[in-house]
Each structure stands twice: as C-alpha cells, then as structure tokens.
C-alpha cells in the first residue's frame, strides 16, 4: 500500500511564485493535515481538514491556502511564496480525529526552498 | 503553540544500552502519542497512551504517563543502531479533537 504520497519530493522557487504541494492518501481517511517542520522544531499545524469539501485553520495558517475537492486528495497551495516559508512539509491523514485516540499517518515530505 | 516538550533534546548511547526520553505538556488531555522519525522520512507511530492509563508496553517500548504531572516518558528497551532517529511525543489539543500538538523532538543516536 502506498499511504500517504506527497508530491513534489523537492522544490526551489523564487520569492513572489506560485506552487501547490498535492497529498494523496489512499486509506479510505477522512481526516487530513498539512504541517510544516523547520529545523530543531516539532511540527506545526498549517491547515486541516475533518472531510471532503471542509478545510480549518491550524496554528500557522497565514500565506498558505489550501482545498479538499476530493476525499483522497488535499492541495496546499502557496499563493506568492516568502524566504520565511523556506521549510520541509508533510501532510498526513487519519480515520477519526485525536480525541479519538488515533495516530496519523505521514508522507516522507515536500522540502521547499525559497529564494 | 507547542504543547509537548521533551527532554533531553539530544542523547547518544551505546547498542544494547536503554534510552529514556521524556515528554512534559501544558494543558489536560486524552492521549498522548510518539512518534519517530528517520533522517529524511516522515513521522511513523509508535504507540498511543489514554488519560487513564498509566504503563503501556510495545515490544521494548515502555511508555508512561503522570498526569498529576503533565509528563510521559517513552523507554526504549536494548537499543539497536537503528533506532536512531528523532521522537517526538504528541498531545490532542484540549480545543479541538481533530488536532495534534507535536513537541520539538529528542534526536537519539544509538552507537554500534
């Protein structure tokens, strides 16, 4: 089984350009999760969303964007992109929510470079 | 803003050594979770503990949780070259049951 799949694995772009980071998960899981994680840090919360067509704010929203139009797919897009979000991403899914006591389940990330 | 810190943030030891890693949060909870995470891959679940538990076991993995506290402590038991990785502990978030708050991680290097 694939899991989680991110795409693209790496990325350089320019301050000021546009790019969007696809997750697919072929687990059937209704909840899904974008994070980023800078170096020394743990993982912050960028977007999420409880099912198809719902999309939340997390801890670090600001800058980025993202859509849910398919249950096995969620995009995070990255309208004009800043040095700041210079990061590695993952996006990751789960069956029900954490109060419910279930664990994520991770991409091997996007490392994106701003210039 | 990050629930879980752990402690230390960095530890090297020796194969076949155990390695203790310790996690501390802010707020109350219904589960904590670890995770690891090899150099350049993704977070892998190790083991999920309730509120209401306080010891739980997974092949040489020993977790436990003080909630008088607010602390956890994972335990890796006759550690292997390839347990190293990062671990990171993880808490719901108390406003909202879709969340996880990750803690910024202890780097264990396990010594051949």
């Known amino acids: 089984n694939a899991g989680v799949t991110q795409t693209p694995k790496f990325r350089v772009l320019k301050t000021g350009q546009s790019m969007t980071l696809l997750c697919a998960q072929d687990m059937n899981h209704e909840y899904m999760y974008w994070y980023r994680q800078d170096p020394g840090m743990g993982l912050r919360l960028i977007h999420y969303s409880v099912g198809e067509g719902t999309t939340a704010k997390g801890e670090v929203p600001d800058g980025y964007n993202v859509s849910r139009l398919k249950k096995q797919n969620f995009l995070l897009g990255l309208e004009s992109a800043a040095p700041s979000q210079t990061s590695v991403y993952f996006c990751?899914?789960?069956?029900?929510?954490?109060?419910?006591?279930?664990?994520?389940?991770f991409g091997d990330g996007t490392r994106l470079s701003i210039l | 803003s990050q629930q879980g810190e752990e402690d230390p943030q960095a530890l090297s030891i020796q194969e076949g050594e155990n390695a203790t890693m310790n996690c501390s949060y802010k707020?109350?909870?219904?589960?904590l979770q670890w995770y690891r995470q090899n150099s350049g891959r993704g977070l892998v679940h190790l083991i999920l503990i309730r509120s209401n538990e306080r010891e739980k076991h997974s092949g040489r993995l020993r977790v436990t949780l003080d909630t008088s506290k607010k602390s956890s402590s994972l335990l890796i038991t006759a550690s292997r070259a390839a347990d190293t990785a990062s671990y990171f502990c993880a808490t719901d978030d108390e406003d909202s049951s879709y969340k996880l708050i990750f803690g910024s991680g202890t780097r264990l290097l396990v010594r051949p």
């Open positions: 990751a899914s789960s069956t029900l929510g954490t109060g419910a006591g279930q664990p994520q389940h």
């Open positions: 707020t109350s909870i219904n589960n």
